[in-house]
């Protein structure tokens, strides 16, 4: 029973690092089709910065909305703290499936809105969208690659201390 239980532990570990970077790749996904929707807003409506981080919340999937709820209500402290501190604080507050290299890019997103014109601001959130969409692709090719990797080498690993343990 004790083997077994070293086994299933092991098989554990490994599927649960195959079941992150497949959370990461669905964040990532999540994130790439909120700036899609933000690049074509730009493009076409202009909104004010309060209106468009409303109806980006709404219409994003998690995490994306939850970091752009929560910009929105950080809004209100604008004058006391500047845009890209309140974007930086959100996304690192609301993307914990994110790799850190993920978190950087997004939070470069911050230093846009107030600095350039609504062009500027288009390009910059497209550039952020194919580096998160290419980034995406590198990740799913990898989860189909490594997440059946990352079972075999978990449940080797059990077997292992299973037989060192014995």
């Given at each position: 029973m004790g083997a077994l239980l070293l086994m299933g532990g092991g098989l554990y570990l490994g599927l649960g690092r195959a079941a992150?970077?497949?959370?990461?790749?669905?964040?990532?996904?999540?994130?790439?089709?909120?700036?899609a929707h933000w690049e074509g807003e730009l493009a076409f409506r202009l909104p004010a910065m309060p209106e468009l981080l409303q109806s980006l919340s709404v219409k994003s999937a998690s995490p994306a909305r939850e970091v752009l709820a929560a910009v929105r209500k950080g809004m209100g402290d604008l004058g006391e703290q500047s845009f890209s501190a309140i974007w930086a604080r959100a996304v690192d507050e609301h993307s914990e499936?994110?790799?850190?290299?993920?978190?950087?890019?997004l939070c470069r997103l911050g230093d846009l809105p107030g600095r350039c014109g609504w062009e500027d601001q288009r390009r910059g959130v497209e550039t952020l969208r194919q580096s998160l969409q290419a980034q995406e692709a590198r990740l799913r090719s990898d989860l189909a690659r490594e997440g059946k990797v990352y079972g075999t080498l978990g449940l080797s690993a059990?077997?292992?201390?299973?037989?060192?343990?014995?």
């Amino acid at each position: 029973m004790g083997a077994l239980l070293l086994m299933g532990g092991g098989l554990y570990l490994g599927l649960g690092r195959a079941a992150a970077l497949a959370r990461r790749c669905a964040a990532l996904n999540a994130w790439c089709a909120a700036l899609a929707h933000w690049e074509g807003e730009l493009a076409f409506r202009l909104p004010a910065m309060p209106e468009l981080l409303q109806s980006l919340s709404v219409k994003s999937a998690s995490p994306a909305r939850e970091v752009l709820a929560a910009v929105r209500k950080g809004m209100g402290d604008l004058g006391e703290q500047s845009f890209s501190a309140i974007w930086a604080r959100a996304v690192d507050e609301h993307s914990e499936a994110l790799a850190p290299a993920d978190r950087e890019l997004l939070c470069r997103l911050g230093d846009l809105p107030g600095r350039c014109g609504w062009e500027d601001q288009r390009r910059g959130v497209e550039t952020l969208r194919q580096s998160l969409q290419a980034q995406e692709a590198r990740l799913r090719s990898d989860l189909a690659r490594e997440g059946k990797v990352y079972g075999t080498l978990g449940l080797s690993a059990g077997a292992l201390l299973t037989i060192l343990l014995l």
